[in-house]
């Protein structure tokens, strides 16, 4: 088995608010992929006490042991047990209720002998590639189809977006959310590898529009899940005249994990 990750902040001077792991069981049957995506809050960070990496390497390790010790509970209930863990480690200390309390963006895979199932909240992204080349894209479009001009103001997005119907979910204290995602399973002999990925390291595809999703895959599995990265920020820092980003940060943490099964 070949399992290669990447994780690199987009500021240097800024903590990475990504997280992965890739978990593979001491018995040799299955394994899983954890990403996440920290969401950083605007102004006043939500009345916690803890950063975003704080909180998005507990509910990543709580993600990472509870997939694989868990085999007989569903990817939906493990979330649900993950947001619940994390959310007790802080919820004497911090306003858990407040819209911007630490939360993330989720993708997970996890296989056996029999079946490869995943799990994607918000805009993460897992691609599942198949014997015959064939790669599908696991995506929660629910962000990218709420219209732009409502993602302008924060107290819009707080008070009518963020975990609320008509607009997008993320994880954050309620274990309820873990019910929004984006699950399923295929057969195992119907994925020979799979990505995980960020919207950092999406963006080659999703923002900068050099390939689509196959031919990303293509890209890390032919020369690593760096590559991808590097060229990301080689097209970042091209794009001085913002015609691609937009009003977006010029770059974002970006995180990519590959395994071959």
Same mark, same amino acid.
């Given at each position: 088995?070949?399992?290669?990750?990447?994780?690199?902040?987009?500021?240097?001077a800024?903590?990475?608010?990504d997280?992965a *792991?890739?978990?593979?069981?001491?018995?040799?049957?299955?394994? *899983?992929?954890v990403?996440?995506?920290?969401?950083?809050?605007?102004?006043?960070? /939500? +009345?916690?006490? !803890? *950063?975003?990496?704080?909180?998005?390497?507990?509910?990543? /390790?709580?993600?990472?042991?509870?997939?694989?010790?868990?085999t007989?509970?569903?990817?939906?209930g493990?979330?649900?047990?993950?947001?619940?863990?994390?959310? $007790?480690? !802080?919820?004497?200390?911090?306003?858990?209720? !407040?819209?911007?309390?630490?939360? #993330?963006?989720? @993708?997970?895979?996890?296989w *056996?002998?029999?079946?490869?199932?995943?799990?994607?909240?918000?805009?993460?992204?897992?691609?599942?590639?198949?014997? $015959?080349?064939?790669?599908? %894209?696991?995506?929660?479009?629910?962000?990218?189809?709420?219209?732009?001009?409502?993602?302008?103001?924060?107290?819009?997005?707080?008070?009518?977006?963020?975990?609320?119907?008509?607009?997008?979910?993320?994880?954050? @204290?309620?274990?309820?959310?873990? +019910?929004?995602?984006?699950?399923?399973s295929? %057969? &195992?002999?119907?994925?020979? #590898?799979?990505? @995980?990925?960020?919207? /950092?390291?999406t963006?080659?595809?999703?923002t900068?529009?050099?390939?689509?999703? #196959?031919?990303?895959? #293509?890209?890390?599995?032919?020369?690593?899940?760096?590559?991808?990265?590097?060229?990301? &920020?080689?097209?970042?820092?091209?794009? +001085?005249?913002?015609?691609f980003?937009?009003?977006?940060?010029? !770059?974002? $943490?970006a995180?990519a994990?590959? @395994?071959?099964?």
């Amino acid at each position: 088995m070949r399992t290669e990750l990447v994780s690199e902040p987009g500021d240097p001077a800024r903590p990475n608010e990504d997280f992965a *792991s890739v978990g593979l069981p001491a018995c040799g049957q299955g394994g *899983s992929v954890v990403v996440l995506d920290g969401v950083t809050p605007p102004g006043d960070g /939500g +009345g916690c006490l !803890h *950063s975003v990496p704080w909180f998005t390497a507990r509910l990543g /390790g709580a993600l990472t042991e509870l997939a694989v010790s868990f085999t007989d509970v569903p990817l939906a209930g493990v979330l649900s047990l993950a947001i619940a863990r994390t959310a $007790d480690a !802080h919820a004497e200390t911090c306003d858990l209720s !407040h819209p911007r309390t630490p939360q #993330a963006t989720v @993708a997970v895979a996890r296989w *056996s002998a029999e079946t490869v199932e995943y799990l994607v909240l918000s805009d993460a992204a897992l691609l599942l590639g198949a014997p $015959d080349g064939t790669v599908t %894209p696991v995506l929660d479009d629910r962000l990218a189809r709420v219209p732009r001009e409502r993602l302008r103001s924060a107290a819009e997005v707080d008070g009518t977006l963020r975990n609320r119907e008509g607009g997008f979910f993320t994880a954050a @204290a309620d274990p309820s959310v873990a +019910g929004r995602a984006v699950t399923g399973s295929v %057969p &195992r002999a119907g994925v020979r #590898a799979l990505a @995980a990925l960020t919207d /950092g390291a999406t963006r080659w595809t999703e923002t900068f529009r050099e390939g689509d999703w #196959a031919e990303l895959f #293509a890209l890390v599995r032919d020369e690593g899940t760096r590559a991808l990265v590097e060229r990301v &920020r080689l097209l970042e820092r091209a794009d +001085g005249a913002r015609a691609f980003l937009g009003r977006a940060k010029p !770059h974002d $943490d970006a995180t990519a994990v590959y @395994a071959e099964l």
